[in-house]
């Protein structure tokens, strides 16, 4: 799988760092913006999905999945770029943010801070509207490789419904259950806000590589319903075990402290079920472990077992042992090829990160 | 004229408060306001230029028409929302704009004021990007309609190209001219902006209501050339007739009020012109008078007659006849019809809007 990753990767970084629609954006400074992210070397994991998905069907169509793969990644891309803006996140993959970075690109208009920050917000907001365009722009060119127009228009509408219907959705609920009380949201409605948030763009990916090798205007044809699927329990499972992290996890490994979930009592299913599983004085002092400044190793220990006794840290694992088995029955209908082995090794990856 | 124009926003008010794009988006404080604009009445006069435009080239079109029209009026309006976070308008058509309506909305939450602010801002940011989304799959589904599936795809070509790249630059380029000092800003640079910000929706509305009338996948078609020529001098006439209005226009009339402009010191070409043109005493009297909290009626005068006195309203209100001489050209090759008669109306009512 690696080194299927690592050819994707070089391709798509490719594709992204010669494809001509940012040219002509004006300013120079937005321009580099709207490129900045995609051109930032990450794991290209949803392009690789799409590759799989569609060589899983068509092993020669390569060619075909190029645009799509490239489409998918950029897409993820916009999102990001809203995404930092509205949880005010100042990095990203290492890296300043999209906002934080057009802020020094202004820092020569010599406004005053809060303006500048404006400014450099406002010019992020434009980066990843150009990126949206950019995103369909790609897919419809798909054309140019050997995708039928229909197929075209249908991945189009497959984008539009799960990438930004769906997905939007899901950040928007997200910011919702981030406002409500704690007590007043329970797991099943963060199971639906992951389900759009995290699934609904490895959904896109998956079926948008299916019906580009499939060559199908339809996305209900079984094959691209059941990798469909797949890529939603993939999702599902990745985030709970990113959940699991969050709390349990390595903090050298996860390239983030650990008390980051507590700190802002992350609505995540793991939570709500440790507490709606505690008893009243567990679940208290769950609680007032939550929402503080700083994390001590012995506050982390007495969340971590809190969790742990309560049964939800046995009961998600449980879930994401379950999500790998459905993963790996979706897959075993297909005949044995390179794909299915990568998308086997994928949802290993994603299920059984360390912790 | 008024009553085609009635007529088309009535058929467009019934498609987009019909159409099912926005259904299943949450939480439902955020579906409405991806409705909000859109259901506004406004004069759809963008959708009415692409009716026009069209059935010039084919009376028996308008079937073909509906889904563009709606999807260029739907487009502008993701630009507004997003327009408005950033210029922070708290009003659009008399009404609450987006975002001011959002932060009346999350209440409930009772979220600190300042962070109340950001969310209101953060859900109408992902409204925009809803809009976006659904002006695009309303131009796909043109195919229902007869449009073929690839004058469609060009149609969204053209829509990610005037519509995402030239008018995105276009608002970036306004934002940068506000933050830059005014004497750096040549009047040039104030035309470059205008073509993209106001005159690249217009041309695609023009361009792509031709399209969908020829059934065309080639935008360089000659009549489609001339059709978005028509539009972007339509624009630019109607730029500088609203440059005039921000200046000398009767305030009752206009809706805002007239020192707007002055207090932001707006980088139109009218008031670059006049700045180049003024000797120094004057220049230095008319930047005195810029970014005032207030405008009296003595200093209006003042600022209206200097602007009058440096030759610069003479030269723009020639512009804009010359401007509208060539609108009038750019039609006089199409054979007599209603439809040419309204583009007539349309462009003589831009370009003699009375001040």
């Known amino acids: 799988m690696r080194q299927s990753l690592k050819k994707i990767a070089g391709l798509i970084d490719r594709v992204i760092a010669n494809d001509a629609f940012p040219e002509g954006i004006k300013p120079d400074y937005l321009k580099n913006a709207v490129r900045d992210y995609p051109m930032r070397k990450g794991k290209r994991l949803r392009p690789a999905l799409?590759?799989?998905?569609?060589?899983?069907?068509?092993?020669?169509?390569?060619?075909?999945?190029t645009y799509p793969a490239a489409a998918v990644e950029i897409f993820h891309n916009w999102t990001l770029v809203h995404d930092d803006i509205i949880d005010r996140d100042d990095l990203r993959?290492?890296?300043?943010?999209?906002?934080?970075?057009?802020?020094?690109d202004l820092k020569k208009f010599e406004l005053p801070e809060q303006e500048c920050k404006h400014m450099a917000s406002s010019f992020a907001i434009l980066a990843g509207d150009l990126q949206q365009?950019?995103?369909?722009?790609?897919?419809?060119?798909?054309?140019?490789?050997?995708?039928?127009?229909?197929?075209?228009?249908?991945?189009?509408?497959?984008?539009?419904?799960?990438?930004?219907?769906?997905?939007?959705?899901?950040?928007?609920?997200?910011?919702?259950?981030?406002?409500?009380?704690?007590e007043s949201v329970s797991p099943e409605e963060a199971d639906t806000m992951i389900d759009l948030k995290t699934g609904a763009l490895l959904r896109l990916a998956a079926e948008t590589g299916a019906m580009a090798a499939l060559q199908t205007d339809d996305p209900?044809?079984?094959?691209?319903?059941?990798?469909?699927?797949?890529?939603?329990?993939?999702?599902?499972?990745?985030?709970?075990?990113?959940?699991l992290l969050g709390i349990y996890g390595n903090e050298p490994e996860?390239?983030?402290?650990?008390?980051?979930?507590?700190?802002?009592?992350?609505?995540?299913?793991?939570?709500?079920?440790?507490?709606?599983?505690?008893?009243?004085?567990?679940?208290?002092?769950?609680?007032?472990?939550l929402h503080q400044d700083q994390y001590s190793p012995e506050m982390l220990r007495q969340a971590q077992q809190l969790i742990a006794e309560s049964g939800a840290k046995t009961l998600i694992e449980k879930k994401?042992?379950?999500?790998?088995?459905?993963?790996?029955?979706?897959?075993?209908?297909?005949?044995?090829?390179?794909?299915?082995?990568?998308?086997?090794?994928?949802?290993?990856?994603?299920?059984?990160?360390?912790?």
Chains 1, 2 share one sequence.
Request: contains cysteine; aromatic residues 6%.
């Open 50 to 65: 799409v590759f799989w998905c569609g060589t899983l069907f068509d092993a020669g169509a390569e060619d075909r999945l």
């Open 93 to 104: 993959r290492g890296e300043p943010s999209c906002h934080i970075r057009l802020a020094g």
């Open 133 to 182: 365009a950019w995103a369909v722009d790609l897919l419809r060119r798909s054309t140019t490789r050997g995708v039928r127009q229909d197929v075209v228009s249908a991945m189009i509408a497959n984008m539009l419904h799960l990438g930004s219907h769906e997905l939007i959705s899901g950040e928007a609920l997200d910011m919702e259950l981030s406002m409500r009380p704690l």
């Open 254 to 289: 996860l390239g983030k402290p650990i008390g980051n979930d507590l700190r802002e009592a992350k609505r995540t299913p793991l939570l709500l079920t440790a507490l709606q599983l505690l008893p009243l004085s567990g679940k208290k002092e769950l609680i007032s472990l």
């Open 220 to 243: 209900e044809t079984p094959e691209v319903v059941r990798i469909g699927k797949f890529a939603l329990h993939c999702g599902r499972a990745f985030q709970m075990q990113d959940d």
């Open 320 to 355: 994401i042992a379950e999500l790998a088995r459905s993963c790996e029955e979706e897959l075993q209908i297909f005949p044995d090829c390179p794909a299915r082995k990568y998308l086997q090794e994928f949802a290993q990856y994603l299920t059984t990160r360390a912790y």
